[in-house]
């Protein structure tokens, strides 16, 4: 199994509400991490967890705060969010943290603020 | 981060032969990898070269890597309508292990 499972696959909320994106891997990777990408622009690192230890945060706002309740699995819980957050949010694992020879993406979810 | 420049669109006949380029600007570059994204996909590693490496072949997909000139190609063969995707090219450095996307280069091959 070398899938990277991300629901939802789309996602619309209002920019009051509060919602989860979440990500889940069975290859045993120890790092994973979330990636904001805008239409036709490259990935944007966000996040990294590291053996379920927070270990970058690239200066995201705080109406993203991400989880990782377990090694398997990666949350992004949303709450406030503003239109220009809309985008498509990519999970990634690799076996240990920037061993990206190794890394696997999801799917994404496809983020809509309206 | 490091700069990484991608050329932005490219057409090709299926059967042809395509090659996308990729420029980067970090001299301490310790692997370069190339990722294929279909739409409404996630990225997918297609093929990566360290930096010692001077080309790199994976069946259909041949790498080329020019230190000298911080040049970095994909070429491939035998193109299909599956490999209509964004191609992104991207590198790690020492010191610093994140990965530094180009801005990608769209494929679209015509049946």
């Known amino acids: 199994d070398t899938e990277v499972t991300q629901t939802p696959k789309h996602l619309v909320m209002g920019m009051t509400n509060k919602k989860s994106l979440k990500c889940e891997q069975h290859m045993g990777h120890r790092a994973m991490y979330w990636y904001k990408q805008k239409a036709k622009k490259p990935p944007e690192l966000m996040f990294v967890y590291s053996y379920e230890k927070l270990s970058i945060n690239e200066s995201v706002p705080s109406r993203f705060s991400p989880e990782c309740p377990n090694s398997s699995l990666l949350n992004l819980h949303l709450h406030a969010l503003q239109p220009e957050d809309s985008a498509l949010y990519l999970c990634a694992s690799s076996q240990v943290e920037d061993r990206h020879t190794e890394a696997f993406f999801g799917q994404g979810t496809r983020l809509t603020v309206v | ?111």
């Open chain 2, 1 to 111: 981060g490091e700069d990484v420049e991608q050329s932005l669109f490219l057409s090709v006949r299926e059967g042809d032969s395509s090659v996308i380029n990729c420029t980067y600007t970090d001299s301490s570059s310790t692997y370069l990898y190339w990722y294929k994204q279909e739409p409404g996909a996630g990225l997918q590693l297609l093929t990566y070269i360290f930096s010692n490496m001077d080309m790199k072949q994976d069946q259909r997909l041949t790498v080329l890597l020019n230190k000298k000139d911080k040049h970095l190609s994909l070429r491939i063969a035998d193109t299909q309508t599956g490999d209509s995707a964004i191609y992104f090219c991207a590198e790690t450095a020492y010191g610093n292990n994140r990965l530094a996307f180009g801005k990608g280069n769209q494929v679209v091959v015509i049946p």
